[in-house]
């Protein structure tokens, strides 16, 4: 009996281990035992997280719907803000117009009552540029609450393109055509051949045959304002190689082919040249050729200009010192036909 009683204890213990295995841990190392929780849940847990998931759905969906319905409010109060508030009640004119401030109002298309955050800076830019060719360039400025600013900056005319009638275009520094017509200019208008001309409208930069030409007016104005030569009263940029300036009608400077980095050497070299030649006088007439880099040739117009060297030839180096050369003056050769001429009359 012992014994049976003995082998069915032993039975239950190892149906009990059986059932409910031990973990021994592992050396070193601490673990929590837990109980494995059933893979499938009961129908009320699977209600109850049913629930749970619809709910934080709703949340969401509130979260997002009260956003969404806060921006439009805020977008709405905004643009009633700016519908009601902010007209223009004063326009200004500032900086160096050469039309009437209402002029200058009147054609940049901003009027009062309009709507100050809605008024287009670049519309009114563009149409008191083209329409007001003597406008350079213009900045709206917006004052908060209800004050436009408009400040313009002018231009001026410095070149002149002759037309086949003798009528001559004006054009400011960058070639916009300022005006058309005109019998006369200025005296310190230069006038520019430019080659073919596409295009002459008000408003708008001229247009050539050779794109490079007006980009070669313009690099000319900034040089002679560099190196201060004043009195050049005709430019010739009819070959795309070759530039020429006249400077007071009477001296002639050929520049031959120009880049921007020897142009204003170029000038620089000719403007000291033709000051040292008017100390001398400032009668004086003919050609300086500058063709070659950092030096310069004098050539004198005997044509008009009495008891001068037949051909003068004046070497200028990079300081602006000249060297004349000469040959042969007409004074002697007219002593010499004197004399010929005694010697045949004996």
């Given at each position: 009996m012992a014994d049976r009683?003995?082998?069915?204890?032993?039975?239950?213990?190892?149906?009990?281990?059986?059932?409910?295995?031990?973990?021994?841990?592992?050396?070193?190392?601490?673990?929590?035992?837990?109980?494995?929780?059933?893979?499938?849940?009961?129908?009320?847990?699977?209600?109850?997280?049913?629930?749970?998931?619809?709910?934080?759905?709703?949340?969401?969906?509130?979260?997002?719907?009260?956003?969404?319905?806060?921006?439009?409010?805020?977008?709405?109060?905004?643009?009633?803000?700016?519908?009601?508030?902010?007209?223009?009640?004063?326009?200004?004119?500032?900086?160096?117009?050469?039309?009437?401030?209402?002029?200058?109002?009147?054609?940049?298309?901003?009027?009062?009552?309009?709507?100050?955050?809605?008024?287009?800076?670049?519309?009114?830019?563009?149409?008191?540029?083209?329409?007001?060719?003597?406008?350079?360039?213009?900045?709206?400025?917006?004052?908060?609450?209800?004050?436009?600013?408009?400040?313009?900056?002018?231009?001026?005319?410095?070149?002149?393109?002759?037309?086949?009638?003798?009528?001559?275009?004006?054009?400011?520094?960058?070639?916009?055509?300022?005006?058309?017509?005109?019998?006369?200019?200025?005296?310190?208008?230069?006038t520019v051949d430019l080659g073919k001309i596409n295009s002459m409208e008000i408003g708008y930069v001229i247009e050539t045959e050779n794109e490079d030409t007006i980009e070669r007016l313009r690099s000319i104005y900034d040089a002679l304002i560099e190196t201060g030569l004043e009195g050049i009263t005709f430019v010739d940029l009819s070959n795309a190689y070759d530039t020429t300036l006249v400077y007071e009608g009477r001296i002639t400077l050929l520049l031959g082919e120009t880049t921007n980095s020897n142009l204003v050497d170029k000038l620089a070299l000719g403007k000291s040249a033709i000051d040292t030649q008017n100390d001398e006088s400032t009668q004086y007439k003919g050609t300086l050729n500058l063709t070659v880099d950092k030096k310069g040739y004098w050539s004198e117009d005997i044509s008009t200009t009495e008891a001068v060297s037949e051909e003068t030839e004046t070497v200028t180096n990079e300081n602006g010192e000249i060297v004349e050369e000469k040959e042969g003056s007409s004074d002697d050769k007219t002593s010499e036909e004197k004399s010929e001429t005694e010697k045949s009359q004996d």
């Open positions: 009683r003995k082998s069915r204890a032993n039975e239950k213990t190892k149906k009990n281990k059986a059932q409910n295995p031990q973990r021994t841990p592992v050396s070193g190392s601490v673990t929590n035992y837990r109980p494995e929780r059933s893979s499938q849940l009961s129908a009320d847990e699977r209600i109850i997280n049913r629930a749970k998931e619809r709910q934080r759905k709703r949340k969401r969906k509130a979260l997002i719907v009260r956003s969404i319905t806060c921006l439009i409010f805020a977008v709405v109060a905004i643009t009633v803000t700016l519908l009601v508030f902010f007209h223009v009640n004063t326009i200004e004119v500032t900086g160096d117009p050469v039309y009437s401030d209402s002029d200058i109002i009147l054609e940049s298309g901003i009027e009062l009552g309009d709507n100050l955050i809605f008024v287009s800076n670049k519309k009114a830019n563009n149409k008191l540029i083209v329409n007001m060719p003597y406008i350079d360039s213009v900045k709206v400025k917006k004052h908060l609450p209800s004050t436009i600013e408009i400040n313009v900056k002018e231009t001026k005319a410095v070149f002149a393109v002759m037309s086949e009638d003798g009528s001559y275009t004006l054009l400011d520094k960058n070639g916009k055509v300022l005006e058309s017509g005109l019998e006369f200019t200025a005296e310190n208008i230069m």
